[in-house]
Each structure stands twice: as structure tokens, then as C-alpha cells.
């Protein structure tokens, strides 16, 4: 293998440690530790302390708060610290975990500061996404070759070493500076100069695998980085021999993983019982008639609230799907500029689907208020990036302008009201559009047009069939979800994860069309669902801050449309109850839900809006019988699944293999964001600087921000609202169903093996017994007298033969 090769495969092994990052328009939650899940959770935490600093565990501070408020069952602690040979009482055991956090070495300026200082200007120069009004030259050209034009005018970098003659090709570069080291120690090196800004890195690594419009035409690769790095520091005569710190524990990391053990062994222990209990009431549950209407909404868990009160307003089912509703496509909206990902990171799109004009009266008024806005939009950006003007623009308006400052400031909530006033003037998209879903016999890129009628069947028989559907009410809703949120670099984040940061509303709007579509229910009945002539499809988007539902109904035939007043109302009445809950956990007392929610979705000072998916620890995959009445607090994916209707165990196998994985993502990322904010989340919102649209600085420079900010996660500064867990799964399925898929999947018995999340199965055909996965296909049944604690174990772990 010649050299060449040999450091594209060094730079290909390196960088699996540091996670991909999306731009903050649309926010991707990913594992930050996504290159370590192929060790075990502990040794992760301690070799990404080494390489980024970051700390693995909560703090002893959080452990005390949880155990004070009874999170953390006493009697299952002792018993976790007794196994790891801990004698001390509770409290002197976490006196002794603080100590040692105190006695942390604090961060120090190096000779590398430097290197980092000049790469996160030119990054940010060349990374820009029309946010700049001076472009870097030669972009099109691609970083390093953009950047090698520049280093001749740029005084911060010195004229020395490599840099004083750059070669053309980066491989040649890197080349130049890893000769006058081993070749065992270029991995090491790299892997370290890729962690030294882990979020540029990360962000760089993103772009060139997927390969979008702004990566063809402003080419970066993590060669092309490395080039410049490595050549700077060559440079300024830095060492860059790797550490040998990599894998030296922290003293407290036993300790601390005892601690968070319990602590999830708490929380599982109430989910297990809670199921296995609604496991053994389904036998006699009564699941005839018709429901009024059945809705399904996002797995995610800000869905979990307000389908228990929907389902407690009246005769309604609700049903749980992850978001993109199973159709990976590429989306185009009416107005957008260019099309999105509206699908799971872990799915390439397959379809590229656009939004036509179907009402011409409609869409001209549109167009005419939408014009007026998009020019105001303008003005505002201009007066944001241009100092000088926005000065004289305020010099100009005078008190006026002042007063609309002093209005968004003191009185949000009627901004709210006024801005939806005046959005009623611009009719949304839906209301004089729809999904182009026919196959156009084209292709748009490397995508077809739509698609055939071959594949709008099988994407709607593979939802009802992954979500159990036996029977059809007169209106099925398909309700995707979106965020309302004022001036707020993170809004993607607040939306629907599983379409890659986008709202949902579109992919519901997909799958209603494809339902609607004659010859698809034709099919569909061919295959077995008893569709009647009577039900309509409808979608919807959930407003998630708000939980307004609106329904994109402007085609519901006229018999139905009692059937839609009544839903409309209910789902007001559901939102009343909801937005109460939300508010109460946000601490908001003396204000009723809905004002409070509208007050904090138009308060351009707000930090918090809603709370997203802060407190998600479990996923529960079943029928809704197994979770319906019960109140999880907002905190549990719930995935609809009926075993029973799933002979093969496709249906599973797609749960398992797609959303719990994608879950898994949400659940690490909100974790490491909340244990060290400053490494894996973004720090406070108040001193974030947003920078090129495509991430967040903290102050004036530096590294992107990788995760989610403090108000997403903490009430207070020291006082987390998430409780930081790993992914509790639970599945209502056979036991040796989920070992069967598990054994077809090394990616999710490795993540299992690892501790990265845990699995328990209620198997009904076992009557309701309760299987905890162990490791190696090997599961822990759990007898009458310890499903009370059904993480301790009575009998000898059982392999599927």
C-alpha cells in the first residue's frame, strides 16, 4: 500500500471518534460519542475524557438531588455500591466524588491556541452559508486550496515550515509533516488534531459525507482540514506526538457509575411495572366499536402528553409513528429555495417530492403577502449584519421603532395574537397546494419525481402493519409536529428529529395523499386492511410548543364535516390540558397554559420556549392498551406495535433496527449534554454567538458548539431539569422474536452489549413474564417475587437456542 492510501485510511480510522455535526439550521440530535459505541459505556467515557475533556458522568451535586427527591431508590443503590465494593454511606460516598472533581486539573493556554485561532477564522469564512456579505475568494476552488491562496496575507500565520511552501495536493502536506514519525503514530496524531475542535471537525465531516448543494459548491474535506492544521502547527514548531492519557480513568468513575445504575434501575423499574401490569389487564380489554377518529402522532415524547389527553376528551384512539411516517423523501415546499432531507439521518432519501399550486386565487394572495413579509425579513437581516445602517435606520424611525422593541419585549403574548392575525392573511401552503406524489416518470438529481403506485402501497401498508392497524374510524388523522420559537438558533432542534430537523407537517401531508389515493385502497384491502368507503385521511402538524393541532382539512368531503367540528373541538379541549401540564413543569405558575405557551413561542427574550424532548428515558414499543391511561410524565417514546398481527417479525425488526436506534441518538445527546455542558452541549444561550448559519460560537470564536444549550436542559445553572439516563427499552413482544432480530443485527447487540441503552421484553405468550437482556443474546427472566425489582437477577441467565 503506498503512502498515500496509507494516510486516507489513517484519516478515515481517526476520524470514526469524533460524531457528525449538522448546521444549527437543521439541528441533527446524534450520539457525540458515536465513534466509541463499539466499547463499552464505561471505557467510551473515559478514552473521549482523554481525546475531547469532556466528563462522562453526572456530578455528585446531581446524584445528591436526585436521591433527595427519591429518583434513586436507596435500597437499589445500596446494593449497586455493595457489588462495587463501596462500604460508605451514600453521602460520604458522593462528599468523596466531589472532592475529586475539585481537585481536576483546569483547562490552560497552549502553543496550539494559536493554530486554533486562525483555522476557526477561515473555516468560519469558508464554511458561511449566506450569512457573510464579503465572500471568501476562491471557495469554489475548495478549503485547503482557498486557503493556501490566503496564507500570504494573513499575518498570523508565520512563513515558516511547511507553510512557506505549501504543496498543491493536502495529502502531499499531511504527508510532508507525519514522515518525522512512526507510522504507528499517525492514528494517535490524527485522531488528536481531529478532537482539537471536535464541532468543526464534526461539522466538516457531515458535509462531505453527504454531499448537499453547499458542499458541491464550496468543496471541504477532513484531508483538506488536517492539511492546514497539521501545516500551521508545523509552522509555530508544536509537538504533536499524542498523550498517554488515553484510557486513564477518572478516580470517581466507578463510583459515579454505581450511582447512575441506580438511578436508572429506579426509573426502569417503574416502567417494567407499569407495562407488565397493563400486559396482563389487555386480556380483557375491550376493543369493539368504532372510535370517533383515530390520529397518529410522532413517537417523540412531547407526543406522549398530548395524546393522553386527546384520548381522555372523548372516544378517540391515538397511535405512536416515528415522525417522517416512513417515507424517506427529499422535500421541496412552495416557497422553499432549495429542498430538505425529510427523513432520518440514517435513511437516504429515495423520492423527491415537491409542493404545486393547485388554487390560483389562493396562491397569488399568497404570493402577495408573502412578498410584503420576505421584503420586511430583508430589511430586518440587513439591520442585523450591518451595523452602521441599523443605527441610522433607529435614528430614522425614531420612538416608533422603539415602541415595537418595547412591545416584543413587555407584551409578547400580544405580539403572538398579532402575528397570527396577520398570518392569517398569507394562506399556509397547504391551503392552496399539495404533494406532487405521482410518479412523474423523472428524475430530479439522482431522485425519481414521486413515486409509483407499487411504492405509495407499500409505504402505507408498512405503517399500519408496524402500528397494528385492524380497524379505520371515518377520519384517521396523520399529525407530524413542528416548534413555534422567536429569534432561537436552535429552533431546528425543537423540531421533528426524525425528519432530520424539519417539521413534520409535510411527510403527514405525504402519507394522507397516498392513503387517499383510490387505487392504493384498493390494494391495501387486497392485502387484508378493511378500509371503509366512509374513512378520510387527513394530516396535521403539532405545534409542540403551543400543542395547537392544526389539520390541513381544506378537502374533508362535507359528510364528515360534523366528524371534523367535533374532532377540531376536542383537540381544543385536549390542548387546554396539555399546555397546563407543560407549563406547570416549566414552573410557570399563575398563567393559564395556552397564554403562557403563546407568550413564550413570541418572546424574542425568551431562552426557554419549550422544554423538547428534556426528561426522554424510555421507549416503550407495544399497542396502546399496554400504555393508554398512563402518564409518563412526558418522558417515554412510545412506538405502536402489535405483535400479534406480525407473524414475521418485519414489522419489529424495522422498530428496532430504525427508531430505537434514532431514539438511542435523542437519549445520548440529551445525557452528554447535561453532564458537561461545555464539551458536548453549547453553554448558556445568552453568550452564544451564532456564526455563518452554520453552528453557534460561545463568545466571539473558537469551536462550534456540538450540543444542546443549558435552558434546553437545566432549571438553573447547577440544577438539571433532564435527568440524565440512558434509553430504557421496553417491547411487548416474544422474547425469542426480539432474540431472533437481535441475532440478524450485530449493530444492535453490540450497542446492547455495550450499555449504551437496556432491554427489557414483556412477553405475552409467556404469560406477561419479564425478560431483561443480559449480554450475548442472553436474557434474565424475572420470577413473581422480583418483578417488583426486576433489575435483580433470581436465576441463571438463559441463551435462545
Not at 406524489?437 to 423523472?442: A, D, E
Not at 385492524?470 to 421533528?496: I, M, Q, W
Not at 452541549?681 to 448559519?693: A, D, E, L, R, Y
Request: negative net charge; aromatic residues 8%.
Amino acid at each position: 500500500m503506498n503512502t498515500e492510501s496509507t494516510i486516507r485510511d489513517n484519516i478515515d480510522e481517526a476520524a470514526t471518534t469524533v460524531g457528525s455535526l449538522w448546521p444549527i439550521h437543521s439541528f441533527v440530535t446524534a450520539n457525540p460519542l458515536s465513534g466509541f459505541e463499539g466499547q463499552p459505556f464505561g471505557e467510551a467515557v473515559e478514552q473521549a475524557a482523554a481525546l475531547l475533556g469532556g466528563r462522562g458522568y453526572p456530578s455528585a451535586e446531581t446524584f445528591r438531588a436526585a436521591l433527595e427527591r427519591g429518583q434513586i431508590d436507596r435500597e437499589l443503590l445500596e446494593g449497586e455500591l455493595a457489588e462495587a465494593g463501596y462500604e460508605d454511606d451514600p453521602a460520604t460516598l458522593l462528599d468523596r466524588m466531589a472532592d475529586a472533581a475539585d481537585v481536576e486539573n483546569s483547562d490552560a493556554d497552549t502553543i496550539t491556541d494559536h493554530v486554533d485561532k486562525v483555522l476557526t477564522k477561515w473555516l468560519s469564512a469558508f464554511l458561511d452559508e449566506e450569512s457573510a456579505h464579503w465572500s471568501m475568494p476562491n471557495r469554489e476552488a475548495g478549503f485547503y486550496t482557498a486557503f493556501r491562496g490566503m496564507t500570504e496575507y494573513d499575518s498570523e500565520i508565520p512563513d515558516e515550515g511547511v507553510v512557506a511552501d505549501l504543496p498543491e495536493a493536502p495529502i502531499e502536506a499531511i504527508e510532508v509533516v507525519l514522515k518525522s514519525y512512526p507510522e504507528s503514530q499517525w492514528v494517535p496524531i490524527l485522531e488528536k488534531q481531529l478532537a482539537a475542535l471536535p464541532g468543526w471537525t464534526g461539522f466538516i465531516k457531515q458535509r462531505a459525507e453527504n454531499e448537499g448543494v453547499w458542499q458541491s459548491t464550496y468543496p471541504i474535506s477532513l484531508e483538506g482540514y488536517l492539511a492546514a492544521r497539521l501545516a500551521l502547527l508545523d509552522a509555530i514548531d508544536a509537538n504533536i506526538e499524542p498523550s498517554n492519557d488515553v484510557g486513564k480513568a477518572h478516580p470517581a468513575d466507578d463510583l459515579a457509575q454505581a450511582f447512575l445504575r441506580a438511578w436508572e434501575a429506579t426509573y426502569r423499574e417503574d416502567l417494567i411495572g407499569t407495562v407488565a401490569a397493563q400486559s396482563q389487564s389487555m386480556d380483557d380489554s375491550d376493543t369493539s366499536g368504532r372510535p370517533d377518529a383515530q390520529l397518529v402522532f410522532c413517537i417523540d415524547t412531547r407526543s406522549e402528553v398530548i395524546r393522553r389527553h386527546m384520548e381522555s376528551t372523548g372516544n378517540y384512539e391515538t397511535y405512536g409513528y416515528a415522525g417522517f411516517f416512513g417515507i424517506p423523501m427529499e422535500y421541496q415546499g412552495y416557497d422553499a429555495d432549495v429542498s430538505v432531507d425529510a427523513c432520518p439521518p440514517i435513511l437516504d432519501p429515495q423520492h423527491r417530492i415537491t409542493e404545486i399550486p393547485t388554487d390560483r386565487d389562493t396562491q397569488t394572495r399568497h404570493d402577495r403577502w408573502a412578498g410584503i413579509r420576505e421584503a420586511a425579513d430583508e430589511a430586518i437581516e440587513m439591520l442585523e449584519a450591518n451595523a452602521a445602517t441599523a443605527y441610522g435606520y433607529v435614528e430614522t424611525a425614531g420612538s416608533g421603532y422603539g415602541l415595537s422593541l418595547a412591545a416584543r419585549t413587555l407584551v409578547p403574548t400580544r405580539i403572538h395574537d398579532l402575528i397570527d392575525a396577520a398570518a392569517e392573511l398569507v394562506p399556509d401552503d397547504h391551503e392552496f397546494c399539495e404533494p406532487l406524489v405521482h410518479y412523474q416518470y423523472t428524475y430530479s438529481g439522482n431522485l425519481p419525481v414521486g413515486m409509483t403506485t407499487e411504492e405509495k402501497v407499500e409505504y402505507a401498508a408498512t405503517a399500519f402493519e408496524l402500528m397494528g392497524f385492524e380497524k379505520f374510524s371515518r377520519l384517521v388523522v396523520f399529525a407530524g409536529h413542528a416548534s413555534e420559537t422567536t429569534n432561537n438558533p436552535y429552533d431546528s432542534s425543537l423540531d421533528c428529529g426524525a425528519c432530520a430537523g424539519n417539521p413534520g407537517g409535510p411527510s403527514a401531508y405525504v402519507l394522507a395523499k397516498i392513503c387517499n389515493d383510490d387505487a392504493v385502497k384498493t390494494e391495501l384491502r387486497d392485502r387484508g386492511f378493511d378500509i371503509p368507503e366512509d374513512t378520510v385521511f387527513i394530516a396535521g402538524q403539532h405545534n409542540t410548543t403551543t400543542d395547537e393541532v392544526d389539520l390541513f382539512a381544506d378537502d374533508v368531503p362535507e359528510s364528515h364535516a360534523d366528524d371534523l367540528n367535533k374532532l377540531r373541538a376536542d383537540l381544543a379541549t385536549a390542548r387546554d390540558h396539555a399546555t397546563a401540564e407543560r407549563v406547570e413543569a416549566m414552573g410557570a405558575d399563575g398563567s393559564t397554559g395556552i397564554t403562557e405557551t403563546e407568550r413564550r413561542a413570541a418572546d424574542w427574550a425568551e431562552t426557554r420556549p419549550e422544554w423538547g424532548l428534556a426528561g426522554n428515558a424510555g421507549f416503550v414499543i407495544g399497542p396502546r392498551e399496554l400504555t393508554s391511561g398512563c402518564d409518563f410524565d412526558g418522558r417515554a417514546f412510545l412506538h405502536s406495535y402489535d405483535w400479534s398481527t406480525d407473524s414475521d417479525g418485519d414489522a419489529l425488526e424495522a422498530i428496532l433496527t430504525g427508531p430505537m436506534v434514532v431514539t438511542q441518538w435523542i437519549n445520548t445527546q440529551y445525557y452528554f449534554s447535561t453532564v458537561d455542558n461545555a464539551v458536548y452541549g453549547s453553554g448558556s444561550k445568552v453568550t452564544q454567538n451564532p456564526v455563518g448559519n452554520v453552528g453557534v460560537y460561545q463568545g466571539n470564536g473558537g469551536d462550534l458548539m456540538a450540543g444542546l444549550p443549558l435552558q434546553s436542559l437545566m432549571i438553573a445553572d447547577d440544577e438539571p431539569y433532564h435527568q440524565p439516563l440512558r434509553l430504557s427499552t421496553v417491547v411487548h413482544a416474544p422474547v425469542e422474536r426480539v432474540t431472533d432480530i437481535l441475532a440478524d443485527h450485530e449493530e444492535l447487540t453490540e450497542i446492547l452489549d455495550n450499555n449504551w441503552l437496556s432491554l427489557t421484553v414483556v412477553d405475552p405468550t409467556q404469560d406477561h413474564r419479564i425478560f431483561h437482556y443480559e449480554e450475548s443474546l442472553e436474557w434474565m427472566p424475572m420470577s413473581e417475587q422480583t418483578e417488583a425489582h426486576p433489575e435483580i437477577p433470581n436465576t441463571k441467565a438463559i441463551a435462545d437456542d
